[in-house]
């Protein structure tokens, strides 16, 4: 064989293992995407576990039914359901902050819980914070109740401009 015919013969395998690279790629590329949908799946589960346990279910309508009653009225049970109530948004909140799964999965289903304990619980964060003398004590929870409150806010947006639109429209 000539020196031209191995020139063609190793470009010809050069190309062939160009495209199987090409293809390995692909692979590995759809393969870390199924991984990282399972994770955030994963996560997203266990969010699912902290926030619908019936333990939390119980603390939230305690917390709820504190409507108006100030916090020093509060007896330790309460105090107690606040604390749980907050830690457990806190956790979901970290979570999502470490990007495990996407924050619109919990202020779209729990925004309205997040929306009406923020200011029945606020006063509790803030004690703690002062008493600790730490501004990062429950972070995680006033984080995505400002979350909550954003993803309100431009659910109203898009509503307002399809009204808008509509009325255009006609």
Avoid at 43 to 63: C, M, V, W, Y
């Amino acid at each position: 064989m000539d020196n031209n015919t191995w020139t063609a013969i190793g470009s010809f395998a050069t190309c062939i293992y160009t495209v199987a690279f090409i293809i390995s790629l692909a692979l590995i590329y759809r393969q870390l995407r199924s991984m990282q949908i399972s994770t955030m799946a994963t996560a997203f589960s266990k969010a699912l576990d902290i926030l619908q346990n019936e333990d939390r279910r119980h603390d939230r309508r305690i917390i709820f039914s504190m409507q108006g009653v100030p916090l020093e009225k509060w007896n330790d049970e309460q105090r107690l359901a606040g604390e749980r109530v907050i830690h457990s948004y806190d956790q979901v909140g970290t979570m999502i902050r470490a990007k495990m799964f996407n924050k619109e999965l919990i202020v779209d289903s729990w925004g309205n819980s997040l929306r009406m304990a923020k200011p029945l619980l606020m006063p509790l964060v803030q004690e703690y914070r002062s008493k600790w003398k730490s501004e990062e004590i429950w972070d995680g929870f006033e984080w995505l109740c400002d979350e909550a409150e954003e993803f309100q806010r431009k659910l109203k947006l898009k509503k307002n401009f399809k009204t808008l639109m509509n009325t255009l429209a006609h």
